[in-house]
């Protein structure tokens, strides 16, 4: 990476670091709002019983193929200045990037999350029962068994956000040193024809993914 980041010389590697490091920023706090919204939905899913929860687990996992576009399209209604939220000044500001991505990614975790605290509370609830742990009491227990596999879950939901760019450019606007994220900016510098700065961003966001794509399997993998 260092050497074609050297042997490129086009106009714009500067924005490298930058533009990198705002991706980086931004798909990390989403994902970390993901991972907290998404576990805390799924355990309460997986240990509570109540009318219409079939619906909600078909609801969830029908949101895993939310579109983009449509998310932002949504957002941007919602913080415009016209729209309900539009007081709360997020508009076309890396806050509500967070907050398309987290959108996105939210579903991805619980679903995933969802599956194996169920099929852990199925598998151990009993046992737990036995020991006076209560329902909710178990929920700790749980978790750490499932700790593995909900680390893959987060890490699936950070694939998600860091390659995402319909929704980001639609609430961010893809604004130069402020809301220029690795994949807008491939998109923009692509159809500049300044490929030199558009292929540095891509290997990078390749070697991002390809990363993560790996820990994912290896921590399948290891808990299998």
Do not use: C
């Amino acid at each position: 990476m260092l050497t074609l980041w050297h042997s490129l010389p086009g106009e714009g590697l500067e924005d490298l670091p930058q533009i990198v490091g705002l991706s980086l920023a931004v798909s990390g706090g989403a994902t970390v709002l993901a991972a907290v919204l998404g576990v805390l939905f799924a355990a309460w899913l997986a240990f509570t019983r109540f009318a219409g929860r079939r619906a909600v687990v078909v609801g969830l996992n029908a949101l895993l193929g939310l579109p983009p576009v449509v998310v932002g399209l949504v957002l941007y209604l919602l913080l415009s200045r016209q729209g309900p939220l539009g007081a709360l000044g997020l508009l076309f500001t890396p806050g509500a990037m967070v907050v398309a991505q987290a959108t996105l990614a939210t579903p991805i975790v619980a679903a995933l999350a969802h599956r194996v605290l169920e099929a852990n509370w199925e598998r151990f609830g009993r046992a737990l029962a036995a020991s006076g742990a209560g329902r909710w009491r178990s929920v700790r227990p749980l978790l750490g068994m499932s700790r593995r596999a909900l680390l893959t879950a987060v890490l699936a939901g950070f694939g998600r956000t860091v390659s995402e760019v319909g929704a980001v450019l639609v609430v961010g606007g893809n604004i130069a040193g402020h809301t220029r994220t690795m994949t807008t900016a491939i998109a923009l510098e692509t159809s500049k024809g300044n490929l030199d700065l558009a292929l540095g961003l891509g290997f990078v966001l390749i070697g991002i993914s390809v990363t993560v794509s790996a820990t994912v399997v290896l921590l399948g993998e290891a808990r299998s």
